[in-house]
């Protein structure tokens, strides 16, 4: 019974596509990483200003400056542009997170065409052992009753 190892010739090509698919894992890892912090900056401004205008309610109960009140205040219309432009650059994140994540799934098709070319190409190499296993034992079970029949005719003959 013979039985020849089974090769797939693109298997070069399948190892690219594996390495392209996790380049782009990657990259989405990066891109998500950026929005999870860009996030987490415009939570923080938005703590930060609120800590800023409960210290600034506290302090309108006693006397306050007008230098004060308009240095605070100026602080304030500061955060909010600042949240402005996070919240902006979180859009383009995102809109880049999106991208790179339709890159990935992309390349895992391209990866996931190549394994199922390879899965079908090693199923027909399995049949085709299988089918000339079965064709050599079908040759040997003819000869053996070649075998059977001749040594049958053998001993017919003496006897004659």
């Given at each position: ?6 090769k ?47 210290t ?36 383009g ?49 003819a ?18």
């Amino acid at each position: 019974m013979s039985s020849k190892k089974f090769k797939f010739r693109l298997e070069p090509l399948l190892n690219i596509r594996k390495y392209k698919e996790k380049e782009r894992q990657k990259e989405l890892a990066e891109a998500q990483s950026r929005v999870l912090k860009q996030v987490t900056s415009i939570k923080s401004m938005d703590d930060h200003r609120l800590n800023t205008m409960d210290t600034q309610r506290q302090r309108l109960t006693g006397s306050i400056s007008l230098a004060e009140a308009l240095v605070c205040s100026r602080y304030l219309v500061k955060l909010k542009r600042d949240r402005m432009t996070g919240v902006e650059l979180l859009h383009g994140l995102r809109k880049e997170e999106d991208v790179r994540r339709s890159r990935l799934i992309e390349a895992a098709k391209e990866r996931k065409i190549f394994e199922m070319l390879r899965e079908k190409r090693e199923r027909r190499h399995l049949e085709e052992i299988d089918k000339a296993d079965q064709k050599e034992l079908d040759e040997v079970a003819a000869v053996g009753d070649r075998r059977n029949k001749e040594k049958g005719r053998r001993k017919k003959s003496p006897s004659r």
